[in-house]
């Protein structure tokens, strides 16, 4: 599958969110709703997505007991969401917790996957990928990770697991505060199954345009 370019819609409200997917929705499939955007506008911004026909990344990185992220997963498989992560650090009784509870909505499960060490926090490559082989024994999809781990990633835990790579920016797009960062070609030669940006596009005067020279760029 080509990697799919995913617009991080990391605005405070329902308006601004939907003045985003106005101007995107045509050019862009996927979108991902943080802690901000679900905080103040709730299940409302998954509707009013999938209403003009996206698919939705909810990016709330769960992290509890097994028994509450297993209700949480459930909740969101039952919204309609095609992607959700947690927190590898809740240990795999929590993961499979996710993977169990996401399978009972009634709905086909949505792809997990969790964050293994966050990118504010210092981490060797030995944690990632210890942490990266419990998420796949747990039974989950993938990984958020940075695509300058995504060879040795692919390699370590094959080609099916999939990576979800933020910290993309194009050549010619503001750097902001991301340090690790990776043009979008060299995401995809790199084996990201997905790319997620947030600013180059959101704060370009041309969106749609910015989504467009990315989703050229990364086909290369
Ligand atoms: O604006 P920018 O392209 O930096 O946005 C990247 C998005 O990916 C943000 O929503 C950010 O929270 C998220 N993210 C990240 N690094 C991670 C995990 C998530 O930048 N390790």
């Known amino acids: 599958m080509p990697t799919e370019l995913i617009v991080a819609v990391d605005v405070p ?7 985003v997917l106005d101007r995107l929705a045509d050019s862009v499939r996927w979108f991902k709703i943080g802690m901000q955007l679900f ?6 911004v998954v509707r009013e997505i999938r209403a003009r026909g996206g698919k939705v990344f909810l990016d709330l990185k769960f992290h509890d007991i097994p028994n509450t ?8 498989a039952a919204l309609g969401v095609e992607m959700f992560n947690v927190h590898a650090a809740g240990g795999e009784a929590m993961m499979r917790a996710a993977v169990a ?3 009972q909505a009634g709905v086909p499960r949505p792809t997990i996957i969790a964050v293994t060490v966050l990118t504010s926090q210092a981490a060797t490559e030995d944690e990632v990928l210890r942490l990266a082989r419990s998420v796949k024994a747990s039974g989950l999809d993938g990984v958020v990770c940075s695509a300058r781990e995504a060879v040795t990633l692919k390699r370590e835990l094959g080609t099916d697991f999939k990576l979800v790579c933020p910290g993309i920016r194009p050549a010619w797009s503001e750097k902001g505060d991301q340090n690790r960062i990776v043009t ?4 995809v ?15 370009a005067a041309n969106p749609a345009e910015a989504a467009k020279r990315v989703i050229e760029e990364m086909r290369g």
């Open 189 to 203: 030669k790199a084996g990201a199954d997905y790319i997620v940006v947030g600013r180059p596009i959101l704060a």
């Open 101 to 103: 509870g996401a399978s």
């Open 39 to 44: 905080t103040a506008a709730g299940p409302a």
């Open 13 to 19: 409200n329902l308006d601004q969110a939907g003045r």
């Open 184 to 187: 979008p070609r060299d995401a």
């Open 69 to 76: 992220v297993a209700g949480a997963a459930e909740s969101a």
